[in-house]
């Protein structure tokens, strides 16, 4: 094993520096985050909702919330169009078997564990004046093209959630009917080659310290013990959980924890208690089991304060890490935690490290493709 190379941490240190200095000086648009009635993912509840008790409502994720603490986005929640643009909710149906149409549009009626459904909150997508936004991002495309062409001065983005839905694909091609930029969630450090419209913005955009500060707790305050990733909980032993409490109290979502609402599973939230308090207290968030995954809960969790570690053969965004931070396997992985314990400045490096590289990756880098690209096309648009 290697020393941490110097060098290098501070070029890392002077690129995000850089861009958080650039993104300071920088005149921001007025953003819009859109989401259909039907989408099982993300906030759920009215337009004038604060950041925090929004945050609080995802149905999972916690999402772009450093749009809201850093750009005064808003959010507002649209009934499901028919556009064919707006329908890539059916591809999760349709081509990926995930579940029935039926299944996504039963949100609009009921979400599990709570006493009302999406429409609750949702309006026409005709019936909102865009106008009062420069910058509009939807979530599987909310607003068609017959809506968007009607507001020549508001610039129109989107995800597409689910990388594996064949619109994701296709849209490396070209934006959408309607849209102007396509949001690749993709954030590794070296960009791959892609057309101007292709921005690698993260599903996960967000800042070190946002859910402290969305919530009035103190990020200096000491953090023990360990926030094992879901998949790794799900399939933990209760041999490997057992060992884990050598590094104090243990927060692992096991099957048996599982609850549910008239059959229908209520996904485990990590934005709300006691699942939040566990992530913005822990030491140390860890995956060593289950599937392998994206990494966007490992960026919430670091963005919550923790140290990550990783087993990087599952594990898409192994860029976050250095040696130091990932194991193959168990024993290996209570090895790395050993190291860690024994040594608190190479536990701060670490820390240090991964919190500066989800600033820049999740945050300051993208803010800044972000307002380029905004601009961009407002200048095109004028000069046309």
Known sequence: MTPFAPVRDWLERRQLERALSALARRERPRIALVKQDCNEDLYCCSPETAPAPMLQSTLLRSGPISLFTEFDARFCMVRTDAAPECSIWREKSDELKWAPAEWFMSFRDRVPGRAHG?????????????????????????????????YPNVVWAYY??????????????????????????????????????????????????????????????????????YHSARDATDDELKALEAFGPVFARRVSDDTFDRGERIPPRSMVDPDFSALIGSKYHIKWRGRSVLGTAKVEAIAAGCLALTDPDLDSTPFLHSEWSMARGFRSLLARMDAFESSPARFERELQRQRRRVDYLCFARPANDLIDAWQRVRAARAHN
């Open 118 to 150: 999406q429409s609750a909150f949702a309006q026409a997508v005709d019936a909102i004046d865009w106008s009062a936004f420069d910058l509009v991002i939807s979530i599987d495309v909310a607003v068609p093209a017959r809506v968007t062409t009607q």
């Open 160 to 229: 597409v959630r689910e990388v594996k839905a064949p619109s994701y694909a296709r849209s490396y091609s070209a934006p959408l009917p309607g849209q102007d930029l396509f949001l690749s969630q993709s954030f590794a450090p070296k960009r791959s080659s892609r057309p101007s419209h292709v921005l690698d913005v993260p599903y996960h955009f967000q800042r070190c310290g946002v859910f402290h500060a969305l919530h009035g707790r103190n990020w200096d305050a000491p953090r023990r013990g360990v926030f094992v990733e």
